[in-house]
Structures are given as C-alpha cells and as structure tokens.
Nanobody, 115 residues
Framework: VQVVESGGGLVHPGGSLRLSCAAS????????MNWYRQAPGKEREWVAG????????HYADSAKGRFTMSRDNDKNLMFLQMNLLKPEDTAVYYC?????????WGQGTQVTVPS
C-alpha cells in the first residue's frame, strides 16, 4: 500500500492550490480516504474525508466552503482543491488510506501561505 501526495507550494493569501494523492497497492474505490494536516507546533488535524461507501466528502469546519475533496477511482487519485487560502492553512498535508483497519500515511506535502 502506498499513497503519495503532491501539489504543495507557496501561495499568497486568497490563492488556490490543488493537492493530489496517488494511491497504489489496494482497491482504491473500496477504501476510505482522508486528508490531514499538521501545522508547525500543532497537533495533526483531520481536514476532509470520503468513506468507501459514500461518495460525499466531509470536511472539518476550518475547510468547509473553501476546500473540495474529490477522488478519481479510475485513476486511483484523490484531490484536495483549496481556495481562499489563509496563513493559518500553512501546514504539511497528508493523504491517508484506511486498508483492512490500518491507516497508511503518505510523506506529506508542504503548503505555505505567508502572512
């Protein structure tokens, strides 16, 4: 099982970024997928997720109205479209896959929104 994030970078406040997560080693369409983030000096927090049996994404309050999570089951890809970015969105963003009860994490991708 492997998940690999990409798409992070530096963006000014109000800007947008699209993160991607490439998955392999499991049946992507039948697995719950999530995005987490960890800001400097803070605990890791859940951002958004899609259950294996639910096509609807669910969001943390901090992401609602600004972030959109989607998945392409044909290409084993997951995305996080982030709009109206704020300095407080600065963090390392992680993609996770829950396979057979175990959560697999990617290496993370850095998102920086300077104040």
């Amino acid at each position: 099982v492997q998940v690999v994030e990409s798409g992070g970078g530096l963006v000014h406040p109000g800007g947008s970024l699209r993160l991607s997560c490439a998955a392999s080693g499991f049946t992507f369409s039948s697995v719950a997928m999530n995005w987490y983030r960890q800001a400097p000096g803070k605990e890791r927090e859940w951002v958004a997720g899609i259950a294996s049996d639910d096509d609807s994404a669910h969001y943390a309050d901090s992401a609602k109205g600004r972030f959109t999570m989607s998945r392409d089951n044909d290409k084993n890809l997951m995305f996080l479209q982030m709009n109206l970015l704020k300095p407080e969105d600065t963090a390392v963003y992680y993609c996770t896959a829950v396979v057979s009860g175990y959560t697999y994490w990617g290496q993370g991708t850095q998102v920086t929104v300077p104040s």
